[in-house]
């Protein structure tokens, strides 16, 4: 279920969400082992475009690891780390590797209300912020603030990440804990209905493998994924309630260890005029995918 629903069940807590990450800023790097490979291989993806933007924004930037390749990238233009959480902006300042960085300039503020001027951003790059806002909002936003021909670059989540977790919790109780991660297919409706235009989409699943559930936990508080949905249960979970969660997680393990999977959805979008031919099936836009490819395949000529 998209978190760009009605349903405020499957809500994300924008503050929750903030205080998650603030508390996660002195640790979130050697935690963030996913987040990494999804930022090499978005930034990775870029060698296939033509671009020479002025105006760069990382959105939600964290430590702004992104912000410096980026800024390395594109030398000429300005480069933005915006991000919800000033911990992690102020955090970063204080790291030798961005002592040594080239300049960029930190802002604190939201994805989904971005503190910039319509169409004056070129390239927006988003590596995994997206699952914590609600994708309609965010990207209508990133929509707005995008030139014309500016392009828009992101990594989110699929369904299937932490899949076991949310099995496990489901043996447990019936109240919400993991975020109900948005389809690829359904992210490239959003895209649409956004006002966006040639979108090219795929998915790489992995998996992390764990000795211990209570590594796993620590990897995801360490790096700021908490339940911070609007309907999550206020206060501590029980030592009983904890010890099941556990004892149903254990039901995964394969050859001693235990699995964590992840479903990283890549995504880009260019804001242009020019509409791509679609289809319509029931209530969802299909856009077929050798149309955008050779759509593509022809901007990069350019």
């Given amino acids: 279920m998209p978190s760009g ?15 998650a990450f603030e508390r996660a800023a002195s640790t979130y790097e050697a935690a963030a082992v996913v987040q990494a490979q999804a930022r090499d291989d978005l930034l990775g ?27 390395r990238r594109y030398p000429r233009a300005r480069v933005v780390a915006l991000d919800a959480a000033l911990a992690m902006l102020r955090g970063s300042g204080r790291r030798a590797w ?20 319509d169409a004056s951003v070129d390239l927006l790059f988003s590596n995994l912020a997206l699952p914590w806002c609600d994708p309609d909002r965010a990207l209508a936003e990133a929509r707005r603030v995008l030139a014309p021909q500016g392009l828009l670059s992101v990594t989110t989540l699929g ?13 447990v109780d019936a109240g919400a804990h993991v975020i109900p991660f948005v389809d690829m297919h ?34 995801l508080r360490a790096s700021g994924s908490r339940n911070v949905l609007a309907a999550r249960a206020r206060g501590l979970t029980g030592k009983g309630k904890a010890r099941a969660l556990r004892d149903a997680y254990e039901r995964e393990r394969r050859d001693g260890r235990l699995p964590a999977s992840c479903e990283i959805v890549f995504a880009h979008a260019w804001a242009g005029a020019a509409p791509v031919p679609a289809a319509r ?12 490819r050779r759509g593509l395949r022809e901007r990069l000529r350019r």
Avoid: M, N
Avoid at 7 to 19: E, G, I, L, P, Q
Avoid at 46 to 57: A, G, I, N, Q, S
Avoid at 196 to 215: N, S
Avoid at 281 to 292: C, M, N, Y
């Fill in 45 to 71: 993806r870029l060698d296939y475009v033509t671009l020479e933007p002025r105006f760069v924004v990382d959105a939600g930037a964290g430590t702004g690891r992104s912000s410096l390749a980026l800024k």
């Fill in 186 to 219: 359904d992210l490239g409706d959003a895209l649409v209905r956004a006002g966006f235009v040639q979108p090219v989409l795929d998915v790489e699943r992995r998996t992390l493998h764990y000795a211990e559930f209570a590594d796993l936990v620590a990897d």
């Fill in 98 to 117: 961005w002592r040594r960085a080239p300049d960029f300039d930190r802002v604190c503020g939201d994805l989904e209300c971005l503190p910039f001027a």
């Fill in 5 to 19: 629903t009605d349903d405020d069940a499957f809500r994300c807590d924008r503050a929750a969400v903030r205080r």
């Fill in 281 to 292: 099936r029931g209530d969802r836009t299909v856009i077929p995918f050798e149309t955008v």
């Fill in 159 to 171: 369904p299937d990440t932490l899949r076991e977790l949310r099995a496990a919790w489901a043996q």
